[in-house]
């Protein structure tokens, strides 16, 4: 079972919506968390980092929440843009730096 | 500054067949990695390098090799390609571990192995 679970697999929103990704993992001891969006065709870019001391950590029209208790991490986006169509990875890295990839949320923004 | 650079950005090969992938950086990164990125699953860790001269072996190297003998150059090889090593394969590098750094990645080589 794969430590990092993201969810929902895919998600279709109209332009100028909200919405919120999920990722869980069980990843332990926890150093941190990373966001990042990979555009299609692309490789993926770091958005956001939450380590273990922070819940809540914006970028933009980009919101990142961290729940080290639950081991839950949410990435809302405001005001959906097309721009936004992409891939969202979360990746949750321990104390010997090991880095875990969640499989991603497909995000389609839709005028 | 170009960042990561990997070539090519698309290949096909025969089963059997040895190919080459080139990762070059420019931001004088310690820290290289090549992943492979296959649907419905994470990225996950072919062979990292600390450094110039040194590799390691990540999640799942087998039928893969790789030589860091420049510390901008991170090369992949695959000696006989299988069907089963049709992926994305992504290079990255990062400065050190050290500051929560983040990895910075190139745009992939498509790889489909017939």
């Known amino acids: 079972k794969n430590q990092v679970e993201q969810s929902p697999q895919s998600l279709i929103i109209l332009e100028g919506k909200n919405c919120t990704l999920q990722c869980n993992y069980t990843v332990s001891p926890f150093s941190n968390l990373r966001w990042y969006k990979q555009d299609t065709g692309r490789g993926p870019v770091s958005l956001t980092i939450m380590t273990f001391s922070e819940n809540t950590k914006s970028n933009g029209r980009y919101t990142a929440t961290l729940d080290a208790d639950t081991k839950q991490s949410s990435l809302h986006i405001t005001a959906s843009q097309l721009s936004d169509s992409a891939s969202y990875i979360c990746?949750?890295?321990?104390?010997?730096?090991?880095?875990?990839f969640g499989a991603g949320t497909r995000l389609t923004v839709k005028p | 500054n170009a960042g990561v650079t990997q070539t090519p950005k698309f290949r096909v090969l025969k089963t059997g067949q040895s190919m080459t992938l080139l990762c070059a950086q420019d931001m004088n990164h310690e820290y290289m990695y090549w992943y492979r990125q296959d649907p419905g699953m994470g990225l996950r860790l072919i062979h990292y390098?600390?450094?110039?001269?040194?590799?390691a072996k990540g999640e799942v190297p087998d039928g893969y090799n790789v030589s860091r003998l420049k510390k901008q150059n991170f090369l992949l090889g695959l000696e006989s390609a299988a069907p089963s090593q049709t992926s994305v394969y992504f290079c990255?590098?990062?400065?050190?571990?050290?500051?929560?750094?983040?990895?910075?990645f190139g745009d992939g080589t498509r790889l489909s192995i017939l």
């Open positions: 990255a590098s990062r400065p050190t571990v050290l500051g929560n750094q983040p990895q910075h």
């Open positions: 390098s600390v450094g110039e001269g040194t590799t």
């Open positions: 990746v949750v890295s321990g104390n010997n730096n090991d880095m875990r």
